[in-house]
C-alpha cells in the first residue's frame, strides 16, 4: 500500500514538474537556448500566487487566468529586451545571460519579501480523501493535476493544430527552412519564451499551496526541469511530459523508501546517469549539448 | 523582374559574393550554374534575405536588399534550400501546410495544383517528411515552396543526388512550373540539363559572374563544354 501510495502522489506532483519542464523543451526546442532562469520564473509563479490570494483572497488555481498571463507577458518581454540579442551566440553567452536574468530575480526577491518563508494556507491545503484503506488522495495535489491535464492537453492542441502552433513546431524542427516559409521567426522565440515563462509560472503557482514559498525556492526546480529535459530528450514536449511523470514518482519513491532529505540527490543521480548513458533522452532525436 | 546590381555578401568578415550583377525577367527560367564553393547558394540567401548583403536587389521595381526573410517571402519570393530542409517530423500534409503559411485562403487551389504535378506526395500525404526517400523529400520541398504563391522561385540544386528518373522528373517539373507562370531561378551542377531549359545562364567562379549568355550560347561555349560538359 506504501507503494501504491507513493506512486500515487508521485504521479500527481510528476504532472506539475512536467509542466515546467515542457516550458523549459519548448523554449530549448524552438530558440536552442538553455533557460537557467526557469526555476526562478518558477519562484516568481509561486510568489504571484501567494499574493494574489493574500491580498486579493483569490484562491491560487482560480488566480491561474491572472498569473498566466501576466508571465506569458513578463516572458515575451525578457525574450524582446535580453535573450533576443544572444540567440545566435555560443551556448556560454546564453548560458550566462540566463544565469544572470536568474540571480536578479531571486535577489529581487530577496529583498522584496526578505528571506522568510511563507505558506500559502487554504481552507483545502491539508484535506485529503481515501481511496482504499491505506491510500489517501491529497486535494491540493488532484486539483493541481487535474488542473495540469487540462492545460497540457491545450498546449498539445494548440501546437499540433493552430498556424501558431505548427510554426513554433516548424521553428524548432528547421529555423532557416521555417523562415523561407514566411514564419517571422524572432517572433516565434518570443512567444515560445513566453510560453515557457507562463508554464513554469503556472508549475510555480500550482505548487504554492503545498511548498514553502521563498526566493530561493527556484534551485530545486531548475535541476528538476533540466533533468526532466535531458530525460525526456532536449526540445522535445511528449518527452518533458513523461518525464516529469518519471521524475515525481521516483522523487516520491526516494521519499518513501530512502528518506525525504536524499530526493534530491536521487534527482541529481538520475541526471547525471541519463547525461552518462543516454543523452539524447528517451525520446530524443537531437543530440545533446 | 528581378534585378541585382553590385551585390557583395559573405559570411562574417569573409566575402563571398563580389559585384554580382543578374536581371531576370518575368516568366523566364534563369540557371546559375558554377564549381563547388563558387557562391551559388550564397547567391541565392542574398535574395532571400537569410544573409545581410550589400548592392542593391530590386523585385518588381521596389528595393528589397536587407529586408527580412519572412517580407521577402511575402513579396512572391520563395526559396526552397539546398539539401531540401524538409521538417522531419511533420507529415507531408503538414510540410505543405507550412508552404502555404502566407497563403491560408489559397491552400485548396495550390494543394491541387502541387498534387497534379507530383501526384506521389497525394499517396503519402500522412507519412512523416524525415521518413522520405531523397527524391521524395525533393519533390516535397518544391512543392511546399509552390504552396507559398511564388512569383519567382529560386532552386538550389533540385536534382541534387537524385537518380536519372527522378532528374528527370524534376526537370520536367521545372518547366511546367515556369509555363504556369513562375519565374524560376534555378542554381543547378547538372548543367546540360539545367542549361537547355533556361533562356539564359551565368556562370560563377569564386564569387562573380564570368560568363552570361542564352542557354544554347552557353551550352556551345567551349569553356562551359570544357569546364562542365567533360567535352
Ligand atoms: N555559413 C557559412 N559560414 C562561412 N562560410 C560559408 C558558409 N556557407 C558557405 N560558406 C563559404 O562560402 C563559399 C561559397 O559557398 P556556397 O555554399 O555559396 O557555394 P556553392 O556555389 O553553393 O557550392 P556547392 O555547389 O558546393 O553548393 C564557400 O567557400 C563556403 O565555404
Ligand atoms: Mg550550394
Same mark, same amino acid.
Given at each position: 500500500m506504501l507503494f501504491l501510495q507513493s506512486l500515487i502522489s508521485g504521479l500527481l506532483t510528476g504532472g506539475v514538474y512536467a509542466l515546467a519542464g515542457i516550458g523549459m523543451s519548448l523554449v530549448f526546442g524552438v530558440m536552442n537556448v538553455s533557460n537557467f532562469a526557469h526555476g526562478d520564473l518558477m519562484m516568481l509563479g509561486m510568489y504571484m500566487a501567494y499574493f494574489v490570494f493574500t491580498?486579493?483572497?483569490?484562491d491560487p488555481y482560480i488566480s491561474l487566468v491572472l498569473v498566466m498571463p501576466a508571465a506569458f507577458v513578463f516572458g515575451y518581454g525578457l525574450e524582446k529586451m535580453f535573450i533576443n540579442r544572444v540567440i545566435h551566440h555560443p551556448h556560454q553567452n546564453q548560458i550566462l545571460l540566463t544565469i544572470g536574468l536568474g540571480l536578479i530575480m531571486s535577489n529581487t526577491a530577496l529583498l522584496a519579501f526578505t528571506s522568510d518563508p511563507r505558506i500559502l494556507t487554504?481552507?483545502?491545503?491539508?484535506s485529503s480523501f481515501n481511496i482504499l484503506r491505506d491510500v489517501s488522495v491529497s486535494v491540493p495535489l488532484l486539483l493541481s493535476f487535474m488542473i495540469t491535464c487540462v492545460i497540457t492537453a491545450t498546449l498539445y492542441l494548440f501546437l499540433g493544430k493552430s498556424r501558431t502552433g505548427m510554426a513554433l513546431r516548424a521553428t524548432s524542427q528547421n529555423r532557416e527552412a521555417a523562415q523561407l516559409m514566411g514564419i517571422n521567426v524572432s517572433r516565434m522565440s518570443a512567444i515560445a519564451f513566453g510560453i515557457g515563462t507562463a508554464l513554469a509560472a503556472t508549475a510555480g503557482a500550482l505548487i504554492a499551496p503545498t511548498y514553502y514559498i521563498h526566493p530561493l525556492a527556484g534551485h530545486s526546480f531548475l535541476l528538476k526541469s533540466f533533468t526532466i529535459c535531458v530525460l525526456g530528450g532536449l526540445g522535445s514536449v511528449v518527452g518533458a511530459t513523461v518525464g516529469g511523470l518519471i521524475i515525481g514518482v521516483i522523487e516520491a519513491m526516494s521519499s518513501t523508501y530512502i528518506s525525504t532529505d536524499w530526493k534530491d540527490v536521487v534527482v541529481f543521480v538520475l541526471f547525471l546517469a541519463v547525461l552518462l #548513458?543516454?543523452?539524447? &533522452?528517451? #525520446? &530524443?532525436k537531437k543530440g545533446g549539448q | 523582374m528581378l534585378e541585382i546590381g553590385n551585390l557583395n555578401a559573405g559570411y562574417g568578415d569573409m566575402p563571398v559574393l563580389k559585384e554580382i550583377s543578374i536581371s531576370i525577367g518575368a516568366g523566364q527560367i534563369i540557371s546559375v550554374v558554377g564549381s563547388n564553393g563558387a557562391g551559388k547558394t550564397t547567391l541565392l540567401k542574398a535574395i532571400s534575405g537569410i544573409i545581410r548583403s550589400k548592392g542593391a536587389i530590386a523585385f518588381n521595381h521596389e528595393v528589397i536588399s536587407n529586408l527580412q526573410p519572412h517580407a521577402i517571402v511575402r513579396r512572391g519570393i520563395v526559396h526552397v534550400p539546398e539539401g531540401r !530542409?524538409?521538417? *522531419? @517530423?511533420? =507529415?507531408v500534409d503538414e510540410n505543405l501546410m507550412m508552404g502555404a503559411f502566407l497563403h491560408q485562403k489559397d491552400y485548396r487551389r495550390n494543394l491541387e495544383k502541387v498534387f497534379a504535378l507530383f501526384p506521389k506526395l497525394a499517396e503519402r500525404? !500522412?507519412?512523416?517528411?524525415?521518413?522520405? =526517400?531523397g527524391g521524395e523529400q525533393q519533390m516535397l520541398a518544391i512543392g511546399r515552396g509552390l504552396m507559398g504563391n511564388p512569383k519567382l522561385l529560386l532552386l538550389d @540544386? *533540385? =536534382?541534387?543526388?537524385?537518380?536519372p528518373l527522378f532528374t528527370d522528373v524534376v526537370f520536367g517539373a521545372i518547366s511546367e512550373i515556369r509555363n504556369s507562370g513562375v519565374t524560376v531561378l534555378l542554381v543547378e551542377q547538372n548543367v546540360y540539363q539545367s542549361l537547355r531549359i533556361s533562356t539564359r545562364g551565368y556562370v560563377m567562379e569564386t564569387g562573380r559572374i564570368v560568363l552570361s549568355g542564352t542557354g544554347v550560347e552557353l551550352l556551345d561555349n567551349p569553356a562551359v563544354k570544357t569546364a562542365f560538359l567533360g567535352m
Open positions: 491580498l486579493l483572497h483569490i487554504t481552507s483545502y491545503s491539508s #548513458f543516454r543523452p539524447q &533522452g528517451l #525520446f &530524443g | !530542409k524538409i521538417f *522531419p @517530423e511533420m =507529415s500525404r !500522412k507519412q512523416l517528411g524525415g521518413t522520405m =526517400s @540544386e *533540385p =536534382s541534387l543526388g537524385l537518380s
